[in-house]
Structures are given as structure tokens and as C-alpha cells.
């Protein structure tokens, strides 16, 4: 079975760092992106950016660019999103999704989702 | 870079059908593909959706995709509808500066 396994719920202060994870398996990792989405408190999906773990081809959205990380580790089929200093507006839930192409058919497995909650 | 704009929200009784537009601001509809996705209150995403029109395997025939160039808009067609289609659905494609775009999403409320 194809499955995105993502981390668990964070709790953080403001000026924290943080890096969340996305667990492949059941299919080649090396061959699909890997995108990531944000959805703000009763808000829409916004896409952030997306990582090729086969050569670690990666691209952001401008609105993210600057502000996140997003990597791969291939050897252990994981994809990851990270934080240098948290703000209270990077309050969400993230989610981490497959593509087979960069423009083909969007994203066909998602994970189930990350909560992040910052908070003084 | 484009904006899709669908509408906040719609509602229809169940077996009718409803239709949902994503409208493409600048730039073809049809220079680049379009899918739909499903999110149910509490759950992440799941396509119903790809490629304008292609509907992934388990995913009912009731769904259907469309693209319109003279409106410059993709839609999500629902007939036979079901309460369990109550949820958000986003229009999702791709901009040539290698950006991916979503649309703001559309409460589809079956009542």
C-alpha cells in the first residue's frame, strides 16, 4: 500500500525551530515529488513548495520562499519541512502529498496531516 | 502568475446535480491541467479529479471534469448527489513560473 506517514502534532514557542517529516513507502520514493500544503484555521490549501528526493530538485512558492526549508533524505524515504523561527501565524496544518510529475496529474496521496500550533 | 477563483459555496438536495467553476484569471485554462480534490471536514485531501476530466480508480462516475476555453474555466460536476458528498473541493493547475496554484476551495452543502 502507498502511504505518506507525516509526524506528529507540534507545540512550539514563537522564535522556535521546527522540522517535520513525511515517511514514503510501498512505491519508489526517488521517483515521484513530494509537495507540501498548508491550510491555516478554517481556511483553504495553500501549496508551499515541492521537492524532486531524486536529485533533490525543490521549489517554493514565493509566498514561502525564504521562510521554509523543505528537504529529502532518500536513504530513508522521508521528506521534511522545516522552521528556523517560528511565528504565531505559522499556526496550521501541514500536509505532505505525491506527484508523479511536476506538471502532470497534481497530487494523488496525501498524508494525513500535521498540526502545528504556535503559541506563547 | 494566475489566480482560480471558484465560488464560496453551493448547495443542492440530494439525487440533484451541482456543478462548481474554477476560473482561470490570466493565461489558458487549457495550457495546463486541472484537478479537483475532495476534503471531507477533518480529513486531508483526496482527489476525485485529474487532468481535466480523469477520475482515479474508486472514485464513482457520478464525478466528472470538465474545461471550457470560452469561459477559461475547469468545472466539477456531481450528479445523483449524496450527503456524503458534503465537503470543501479545490481546483488545483499549474503556472508556468513552476508554481502550483489552488483555488479558494468550495463549501458544496447537500441538503
Known amino acids: 500500500e502507498v502511504q505518506l506517514v507525516q509526524s506528529g502534532a507540534e507545540v512550539k514557542k514563537p522564535g522556535e525551530s521546527l522540522k517535520i517529516s513525511c515517511k514514503g513507502s510501498g512505491y519508489s520514493f526517488t521517483s515521484y515529488w513530494i509537495g507540501w500544503v498548508r491550510q491555516m484555521p478554517g481556511k483553504g490549501l495553500e501549496w508551499m513548495g515541492i521537492?524532486?528526493?531524486?536529485?533533490?530538485?525543490?521549489r517554493y512558492s514565493p509566498s514561502f520562499q525564504g521562510q521554509v526549508t523543505i528537504s529529502a533524505d532518500k536513504s530513508i524515504s522521508t521528506a521534511y519541512l522545516q522552521w528556523s523561527s517560528l511565528k504565531a501565524s505559522d499556526t496550521a496544518m501541514y500536509y505532505c502529498a505525491r506527484a508523479d510529475s511536476f506538471y502532470g496529474s497534481g497530487m494523488d496521496v496525501w498524508g494525513k496531516g500535521t498540526t502545528v500550533t504556535v503559541s506563547s | 502568475n494566475f489566480m482560480l477563483t471558484q465560488p464560496h459555496s453551493v448547495s443542492e438536495s440530494p439525487g440533484k446535480t451541482v456543478t462548481i467553476s474554477c476560473t482561470r484569471s490570466?493565461?489558458?485554462?487549457?495550457?495546463?491541467?486541472v484537478q479537483w480534490y475532495q476534503q471531507r471536514p477533518g480529513s486531508a485531501p483526496t482527489t476525485v479529479i485529474y487532468?481535466?476530466?480523469?477520475?482515479p480508480s474508486g472514485v464513482p462516475d457520478r464525478f466528472s471534469g470538465s474545461i471550457d476555453s470560452s469561459s477559461n474555466s475547469a468545472s466539477l460536476t456531481i450528479s445523483g448527489l449524496k450527503t456524503e458528498d458534503e465537503a470543501d473541493y479545490y481546483c488545483q493547475s499549474y503556472d508556468s513560473s513552476n508554481l502550483w496554484v489552488f483555488g479558494g476551495g468550495t463549501k458544496l452543502t447537500v441538503l
Open positions: 487532468e481535466d476530466n480523469q477520475r
Open positions: 521537492i524532486y528526493p531524486g536529485d533533490s530538485d525543490t
Open positions: 490570466s493565461g489558458s485554462i487549457a495550457s495546463n491541467y
